[in-house]
């Protein structure tokens, strides 16, 4: 069964940048869109980032500016690049590959933690 396997979360002070990754453990076709959410504590999951097959992107306004998301499909992976990173970004990021067929793969989370 294929996985998100993401990577690049950890601590970081306010202000600093981390990248985050996310692959796929095996092929998928016709990806869609990937994205990245997440989800502070008693929070709901919000949406982060999105880009489609084609290129484009969608941002949360929260984080547009300093945040990147970009993708290589020839890997099936996407990437959140976080610049200038607040404590109000500290949250689990979970990764979300949306294929034409099937159903939406996510990826197991990995924290993010600002301080300040």
């Known amino acids: 069964q294929v996985q998100l396997v993401e990577s690049g979360g950890g601590l970081v002070q306010a202000g600093g940048s981390l990248r985050l990754s996310c692959a796929a453990s095996?092929?998928?076709?016709?990806?869609?869109?990937m994205g990245w959410y997440r989800q502070a504590p008693g929070k709901q999951r919000e949406l982060v980032a999105q880009?489609?097959?084609?290129?484009?992107?969608n941002y949360a306004d929260s984080v547009k500016g300093r945040f990147t998301i970009s993708r290589d499909n020839a890997k099936d992976t996407a990437y959140l690049q976080m610049n200038s990173l607040k404590p109000e970004d500290t949250a689990v990021y979970y990764c979300?590959?949306?294929?034409?067929?099937?159903?939406?793969?996510w990826g197991q989370g990995t924290q993010v933690t600002v301080s300040s």
């Open positions: 095996d092929t998928i076709f016709s990806i869609v869109a």
């Open positions: 880009i489609t097959s084609g290129g484009s992107t």
């Open positions: 979300n590959f949306i294929p034409k067929y099937g159903r939406n793969y």
